[in-house]
């Protein structure tokens, strides 16, 4: 299976398949991509036995492959020097291409790192996990960040190919799982209430790797990602309805100092909860659809905020929540619904109001 990506800058192809990594050299003549030099650089926490089979299986030419322990704390400028650095001592040209074989954070920062080598590598994709699977591998943006705060640092670049492959999943914790299909359930949710009517019947076989609802998923989120990039690739109105629940879930975990207790996807899962009931107090969302939303999310354990927050963090979520670097205001602006699949946009609120908001949510 294939989707096309089609932006101003370029089209590009995303493979979809179980095994079909192993079949990068076919992929690669494919879309005429002849390098003399393939930068592979992968997540170590891949396991060893794919990485050697994928290792036999590529082209035989000037091949350097680089293993890295990706994580937030490595998601920075030093980072990428050193991928620039190895690229420079060996004389790769403009024609020849990296690989990044990871999940987000190696997308991000191979990405960022292709994009500004001699203004411009050609980049090849290969996410690893179910959230850089279904969303960071496609769309362009790159990046890495400083101390200003995450992303910060970045790129548009469309990559030259994406090959997506289920056979990743098998060894993703369960935690990186559930980060995925919060994204999944976000692309539902802000563009298509059957595919938001399937994940909820659907969802314990998500989780469990059933092949054929695992592949079908994927490529149904893959699909709304896609429509979107295409008609606004920089984000200039509709890119900017993927944040919904965003501001809240950044916010939510910025205020626990990104502890282990909530990752980013389980942030993200409360982040939708915060959104679709503010959507509802606001007079959008309906209140029918608003019990479906979190009754899914109850059934994802992640309907109640009082199980991760006290009244004494609701300062911390605000300041945070002002300081995202998608407001140019003082107030607060965010992604609601009016109904499941028509999201809203442009909707700014003041500090007091939201704060009244989290009170009922956290502090009764
Ligand atoms: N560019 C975009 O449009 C975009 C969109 C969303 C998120 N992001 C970025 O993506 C990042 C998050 O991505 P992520 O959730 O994939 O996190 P990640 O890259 O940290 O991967 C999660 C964990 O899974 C491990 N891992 C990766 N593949 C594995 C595999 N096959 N088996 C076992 N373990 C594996 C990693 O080592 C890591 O510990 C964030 O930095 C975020 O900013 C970017």
Known sequence: MKL????????????????????INKILKRNN?????????????????????????????ENIFLGVKFNEKVKNLNTVKKILNILGKNNFSRNDYVISMGGGIAGDICAFAASIYKRGLKFVNIPTTLLSQVDSSIGGK?????????????TFCQPDAVVVDIIF??????????????????????SDKKFFVFLKNNFKSILNLKKKIIKKTIFSSC?????????????????????????????????????????????????ILAASKFSNKENLLPKDELRLIENHLGELKYNNLKLFFKKKNIKKILDFMIKDKKNNS???NLILLKRIAKPVLNNTYSKIKLKKFL???IDK
Not at 37 to 56: E, H, T
Not at 242 to 255: D, I, K, R, V
């Open 4 to 23: 096309l990506v089609k932006t101003k800058d370029k089209t590009y192809p995303i493979y979809f398949g179980e095994n079909n990594c192993f079949k």
């Open 33 to 61: 991509i002849n390098p003399n030099k393939l930068m592979v650089i992968y997540d170590k926490n891949i396991p060893k036995k794919i990485i050697s089979k994928f290792k036999n299986r590529i082209k035989k030419n």
């Open 142 to 154: 790159t990046g890495v960040n400083n101390f200003l705060g995450k992303n910060m640092i970045g």
């Open 169 to 190: 999943l098998n060894s993703l914790p369960k935690r990186e799982m559930i980060c995925g299909y919060a994204e999944i359930l976000k692309h539902s949710l802000i």
């Open 223 to 271: 699909k709304i990602k896609r429509t979107i990039v295409e008609k606004d690739e920089r984000e200039s109105s509709l890119r900017k309805t993927l944040n919904y629940g965003h501001t809240f879930a950044h916010a939510f975990e910025s205020s626990l100092g990104y502890t282990n207790r909530l990752n980013h996807g389980e942030a993200v899962l409360l982040g």
């Open 330 to 332: 003082k107030n607060i």
């Open 359 to 361: 009170s009922s949510l």
